[in-house]
C-alpha cells in the first residue's frame, strides 16, 4: 500500500453489485466526485463523470447499478458502463468510458492511491 493512501470506507460498506460510496479525489489541483463499488467481489472505483455529457451519474446518492446489477448507469440519459473496466457498453457514452480511480482493499477498508 502505497504510504500516503487514503481511507474511503470500510469494505463491508460496500455490497456486491448495491450501492457506492461517493468520495472525492484531486486531479489537476482540483477536487472531483468519484465513487467506488463492488462488482464480483472486487472493488473499482471512477470519476463519477458520464462519457456523454460530464456530469454525475447517480441521481440518487450512491445508486449506480442498473436494476440488473451488472452494469453502471447514467441516470441522466441511460448510458451503461462495464463495473470492471468502466467500458462504455451501450448508450450516449458512445465509446466513451469512465475514468478509472486507482484503490485498494486491504485489511478490510477501501484506500485511495493519490496519484498527484
Ligand atoms: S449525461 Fe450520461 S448518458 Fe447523457
Known sequence: MAED????CAGA??????PGVRF?????GADEPAF???????VHAYLNRCGHVPVEL???HGEFF?????????ATH??????????CLGGRCSGRGLT????????GNIYLIPTE
Open 24 to 28: 472525492t479525489v484531486r486531479r489537476h
Open 78 to 87: 441511460g448510458a451503461l458502463y462495464a463495473p470492471e473496466s468502466g467500458q
Open 13 to 18: 460498506a460496500l455490497a456486491d453489485g448495491g
Open 58 to 60: 447517480d441521481w440518487q
Open 100 to 107: 478509472a480511480v486507482p484503490v485498494e482493499e486491504r485489511d
Open 5 to 8: 493512501a487514503r481511507l474511503i
Open 66 to 74: 442498473d436494476d440488473s446489477r451488472l452494469y453502471l448507469i447514467c
Open 36 to 42: 467506488v463499488v463492488r462488482f464480483r467481489g472486487r
